[in-house]
């Protein structure tokens, strides 16, 4: 009960300061359902490792092995559908690419990615790296977020945030801006918006990591 009153309030503070950005926020036509984001990655055996680089097992594992080790982390509010939130979820390829750019190493399976990064970075930086996708308050829906050009969302994780960043007419595109100015920047995929649509948790899928530090 303490941890959920604590996220009421973090979700407020933050939802707040994503108004005064100026981000548009989709009016709601009916009361949202609260599945919860966690409940949508794990349903029907999806989340566990396997040979499909473009779906989201290794975020899945990372959210499940953080929740193990701290079980009070603020990572928890992703299995509580009543948290209104955006998450930003990277592919497993994602993934992959972050392995090789802190090991220059190629691992040739999820498993052997995830390993890798835990051991590398440790739960705690696991923990940051997750909170740095979530953006509380909203839910952002991807036709919105294309006419937030410019906007600065900030996230779970204290002090840090990410800006919006809406390129193209024809055919627009949406990038994630993040703390490593040395490296490519996320894009959402067009074909991987509005997951989890009707309810207070929406998730877009991204083909980075977003990084909250530069690496």
């Known amino acids: 009960m303490k941890l959920r009153h604590t996220l009421a309030k973090l979700t407020a503070v933050l939802f707040a300061g994503a108004l005064a950005t100026g981000l548009a926020v989709a009016p709601a036509k009916a009361a949202p359902a609260e599945q919860s984001l966690a409940a949508v990655l794990t349903a029907d055996g ?6 499909n680089w473009y779906d989201y097992d290794i975020v899945t594992q990372a959210v499940l ?5 701290k079980p009070d982390s603020n990572v928890k ?6 948290v209104a939130l955006t998450a930003f ?12 750019d802190i090991s220059h190493k190629w691992y040739s399976t999820e498993k052997g990615v995830f390993d890798r990064l835990v051991k590398k970075l440790g739960i705690d930086a696991i923990e940051s790296v997750l909170l740095y996708h979530v953006v509380p308050g909203g839910p952002i829906m991807a036709t919105d977020a294309l006419k937030a050009d410019g906007a600065k969302l900030a996230t779970g994780l204290p002090g840090a945030s990410i800006k919006v960043d ?4 024809n055919v ?3 990038i994630l801006i993040d703390r490593d ?3 490519a920047n996320p894009r959402v995929n067009p074909w991987q918006t509005d997951i989890n649509e ?9 083909t980075r990591v977003l990084r909250p530090i530069n690496l």
Do not use: W, Y
């Open 65 to 69: 092995g953080v929740l193990a080790a």
């Open 166 to 169: 809406v390129k193209g007419k």
């Open 181 to 183: 100015r040395n490296d």
């Open 77 to 82: 509010l992703l299995t509580d559908g009543s």
């Open 46 to 51: 999806n989340g566990t490792f396997d040979n």
């Open 172 to 174: 627009p595109e949406i």
């Open 89 to 100: 979820i990277p592919n497993d390829r994602a993934f992959r690419l972050l392995a090789h």
């Open 198 to 206: 009707g309810n207070m948790q929406i998730a877009h899928g991204i």
